[in-house]
């Protein structure tokens, strides 16, 4: 078994056996311990009660963090004519139709987020197989399929983050850096956690939200206190 490195060892033990905690108990107690020579991201995980592979049970949505989540967000859109300008003075960092899909095609994705027009559709659907592993598929749901191409553009730049629960039950975000004050990482948590909470789905049975977990980047995780995390 490899060595644990001096850092990775004092981490782990600052957090043997502290579990159950307060959303400030463990942002204060991630904060402390990350070590890394970047500025980690406060990671969050949520293991839910339902089974993805059931429509009814899937869960997905959009929140945009009180906070931001002082990442850099690439944003594509695909659009044409005068949204594809409006997309442009919007602040996005790709726009185009064709010319955009061959680029994807190719295998160039250098966005973190992809929004169209309702009539580009036709044409993104093509690229399905590439865009939808990676969860950039534009989709009505969240608001990446629309003519408000400037409100689009502005949330994904503005702090927002989309959510899909992954085949485990599982949701995994990162919702912050880790040199955001505790107060603002805490609010993040639980605007994140009241999301998820409102995309509860009509299929889902017995307990919903079952675990929620934090951590950095690069440190160990420490599980937080459902009523503390959902603001009860």
Request: with cysteine.
């Amino acid at each position: 078994m490899a060595k644990l490195g001096k850092r990775t060892r004092a981490a782990r033990e600052a957090f043997a056996g502290k579990d159950n905690l307060s959303v400030e108990d463990a942002v204060k107690l991630i904060k402390a311990n990350a070590s890394a020579k970047f500025d980690e991201t406060l990671e969050i995980a949520l293991n839910l009660g339902v089974d993805p592979r059931h429509a009814d049970q899937m869960v997905r949505g959009v929140v945009t963090l009180p906070n931001g989540t002082g990442k850099t967000v690439r944003v594509a859109v695909f659009a044409r004519a005068a949204k594809a300008e409006e997309a442009k003075a919007a602040g996005a960092d790709i726009v185009g139709a064709e010319d955009l899909m061959e680029t994807i095609q190719s295998g160039k994705i250098e966005f973190d987020r992809c929004i169209a027009t309702p009539d580009m559709m036709p044409l993104v659907g093509r690229l399905g197989k590439i865009l939808g592993p990676r969860n950039l598929m534009p989709n009505p749901k969240v608001g990446t399929v629309t003519m408000d191409v400037k409100a689009a553009v502005e949330a994904a730049k503005g702090g927002e983050v989309q959510f899909k629960v992954e085949k485990a039950g599982v949701i995994h975000a990162g919702i912050g850096k880790i040199s955001f004050d505790e107060g603002k990482l805490a609010e993040n948590v639980r605007a994140f956690v009241e999301a998820v909470s409102r995309a509860k789905p009509t299929g889902a049975k017995g307990a919903y939200m079952r675990k929620v977990s934090l951590s950095s980047t690069m440190g160990p995780g420490v599980s937080v206190d459902l009523a503390s995390a959902s603001g009860n």
